[in-house]
């Protein structure tokens, strides 16, 4: 005990020490380093790291989702009364047929579009409607006739774009292998990077000492992501599908923290009526500057069911075996080794066609060689998104995470760790060429570029001052796929 109390003093004391680089030499003492609470929350978790590259890698999907299927078009809200009033004007009929295609009511845009093509059966608006309806439809013989008619008859500027990706998708849906790749670059910046506590203080052996202000960094972000589909024969619509995704974060200041993360996956899609069964399959490694810091091997599940129109409930299984290595931003790694189970349910809901909210719960088991790193995490994430017309998009999302861990680090304090995680992230996504529409000639220079921009917030609170801290995050990408 008086090694210990000793310890305790030299540190406090040594805290007052100016060190290089402006860290304390108590933080930098290669003593201090071997010892996993000295410098307790001084870097992101493995859990945070990995959700940090995730996170990144699903704004991509959701860029992808978002762009509107053909049809989805902005236009006019006409009502059938307004059509009864004047059933023989042209324009009003196909605002109407236009506004029921973009409410997925497309057996009543078919009735509509049939009445007008006894009125003006060539031309090419008309034409265009009806081979989107038919499209989606999944009539696709009447739909590539229509829209060839279209084209031919002369359609340009947003119909001539509807027909050609309406024609594209048809091409798409004949193949039986498909591909994807997309790729990202940009910057990201973080007010706190090594996550120092809001308090100014740390507990060391339940003694408070000095800590160093947050230190502010910025990262070059680069992400790439293939994916390949291939569709089985039979009418179900059952998918295999393979995927390999890496994520890179070289930070410009803070060296231990560049990230690398490699995950490659394989399962598949299989449809039995209003339920989608996707199995999966999964490797991850997770380096910190350059050392292999955590590789996972793990298993999914996810079951969802169309209960309605526009409402999808899910629910999802996983186990993660974890294995950590020792390096030298987190000394201790090895402590955190042992598997991690999640299990979640939640719905997807598409309020209106360019409305849509999630919301879903999920709980979590993580088991460690040392207790003070295993714990338990019940998890609530709502997120509505707003899709605003011209590929643009707008992404809320509010997560609230508790975090009870199974004993204390002693090192550190006594008492068991318990967190709260407060994230709130705001994502906005748009095509690059957007902005370029006033210069046709830079416009089409930029087409197929999108934008995307993250703007976050995290509050952890946390009965150990060590963990209790603040963050503000942004990040901007620019991401372009490539299909084959």
């Not at 707008?394 to 760790?417: A, C, H, W």
């Amino acid at each position: 005990m008086r090694f210990l109390w000793i310890a305790a003093a030299l540190a406090v004391t040594a805290s007052c020490l100016p060190g290089a680089g402006g860290r304390s030499w108590a933080q930098s003492a290669p003593a201090a380093a071997a010892a996993p609470a000295a410098t307790p929350g001084a870097s992101p978790s493995a859990e945070q790291l990995e959700r940090q590259s995730r996170d990144a890698i699903d704004a991509l999907e959701r860029l992808e989702r978002s762009r509107p299927a053909p049809g989805d078009a902005d236009g006019p809200v006409v009502t059938w009364a307004q059509v009864l009033r004047d059933p023989d004007n042209l324009q009003l009929n196909l605002a109407f047929a236009r506004r029921q295609l973009a409410l997925g009511e497309l057996k009543g845009a078919s009735a509509t579009l049939e009445r007008v093509l006894l009125i003006a059966p060539d031309q090419p608006e008309v034409q265009l409607l009806h081979g989107l309806v038919l499209y989606r439809l999944r009539e696709y013989a009447g739909a590539e006739q229509a829209l060839r008619a279209a084209l031919a008859g002369g359609i340009s500027g947003r119909g001539k774009d509807e027909a050609e990706r309406a024609l594209d998708a048809i091409a798409d849906s004949r193949r039986r292998t498909l591909g994807t790749l997309s790729v990202a670059a940009g910057v990201r910046y973080d007010t706190n990077r090594d996550q120092a506590p809001i308090t100014g203080k740390r507990l060391f052996l339940d003694f408070p000492i000095a800590a160093d202000p947050g230190q502010p960094d910025s990262a070059i972000v680069t992400i790439a992501r293939l994916r390949l589909v291939h569709r089985l024969t039979g009418q179900a619509g059952h998918e295999l599908f393979a995927e390999g995704t890496y994520y890179g974060a070289n930070q410009l200041e803070i060296d231990d923290l560049d990230l690398r993360f490699f995950s490659a996956g394989a399962g598949m899609a299989l449809h039995f009526g209003p339920f989608t069964v996707t199995p999966r399959g999964h490797a991850d490694l997770l380096q910190l500057a350059g050392q292999n810091y955590l590789t996972s091997l793990g298993s999914e599940a996810q079951l969802s069911w169309q209960a309605l129109r526009g409402l999808v409930p899910f629910l999802e299984a996983s186990i993660d075996d974890e294995n950590f290595d020792d390096v030298h931003a987190a000394p201790s790694g090895e402590d955190r080794t042992g598997p991690l189970w999640r299990l979640a349910a939640g719905f997807r809901w598409q309020v209106a066609p360019d409305v849509a909210f999630e919301l879903s719960g999920a709980r979590a088991t993580k088991n460690a060689r040392e207790q003070y790193e295993g714990y338990q995490t019940l998890e609530l994430t709502a997120a509505p998104t707003f899709l605003l017309g011209g590929g643009q998009f707008l992404r809320g999302e509010l997560t609230v995470r508790r975090r009870r861990y199974f004993g204390p680090d002693r090192f550190v304090s006594e008492q068991t760790r318990r967190d709260v995680d407060w994230v709130a992230r705001l994502t906005y996504g748009a095509p690059l060429s957007l902005y370029a529409r006033p210069l046709p000639g830079l416009a089409a220079a930029l087409e197929g570029l999108q934008l995307l921009i993250s703007l976050e917030q995290q509050r952890t609170v946390s009965n150990i001052p060590n963990y209790d801290y603040l963050s503000h995050r942004g990040q901007i990408l620019l991401t372009r796929s490539f299909r084959f």
